[in-house]
């Protein structure tokens, strides 16, 4: 699906979220499996229970067909953004600044196009990495994806499972 059929729906979808205090983390409209899916990614700041998967799923499905913006039939998923979460927003790249990120651009920069490294934060409208002690800029306008990286070891770390769920302290 084109970027502006995706923008048109975010524009359908994000107002019905913003009043639960929801947010559309990203958006996908892909062909799997010779079937089309509608898969949503959504968070809270207290993390994602099944219950807003199912109130979003709920109130978004009703809207999609009512205004039915989609040609093709698809399944609608609605799912937490995960623990190696994608990076899009510049508060994204702000909030996930010393989190290790794997991150790929449109074009080739020093060489190359994939990228892994601590995610140092923005400046001056700029995604800095810090790789290997090296300092990286990349512009939002080369990067086609940027994800968290999170190794194996750091998944069960006692300050990211309480922020998964919810309590923060």
């Known amino acids: 699906m084109n970027k502006?059929?995706?923008s048109f729906l975010r524009s359908l979808i994000e107002p019905i979220l913003e009043?639960?205090?929801?947010?559309?983390?990203d958006l996908e409209f892909k062909l799997e499996r010779g079937a089309w899916v509608l898969r949503l990614y959504i968070d809270t700041p207290g993390g994602i229970t099944l219950?807003?998967?199912?109130?979003?799923?709920r109130q978004v499905g009703a809207m999609l067909d009512m205004e039915d913006p989609v040609e093709h039939s698809y399944t609608l998923e609605v799912s937490?953004?995960?623990?190696?979460?994608?990076?899009?927003?510049?508060?994204?790249?702000?909030?996930?600044?010393?989190?290790?990120?794997?991150?790929?651009?449109?074009?080739?920069l020093g060489g190359k196009r994939n990228f892994r490294g601590i995610l140092m934060g923005m400046e001056d409208n700029m995604i800095v990495l810090d790789i290997d002690g090296k300092r990286v800029e990349i512009s939002p306008e080369d990067l086609e994806?940027?994800?968290?990286?999170?190794?194996?070891?750091?998944?069960?770390?006692?300050?990211?499972?309480?922020?998964?769920a919810g309590t923060g302290d």
Do not use: M, W
Request: proline letters at 5%; glycine letters at 4%; hydrophobic letters at 30%.
């Open 4 to 6: 502006d059929r995706i």
């Open 19 to 25: 009043p639960e205090d929801i947010e559309l983390i």
């Open 51 to 57: 219950k807003h998967c199912e109130l979003v799923s």
């Open 80 to 108: 937490s953004p995960g623990i190696n979460r994608v990076l899009r927003r510049e508060k994204d790249f702000v909030n996930y600044a010393g989190s290790q990120v794997k991150v790929k651009t449109r074009r080739k």
């Open 145 to 164: 994806h940027a994800r968290l990286d999170l190794p194996e070891s750091e998944l069960f770390r006692r300050d990211l499972q309480k922020r998964s």
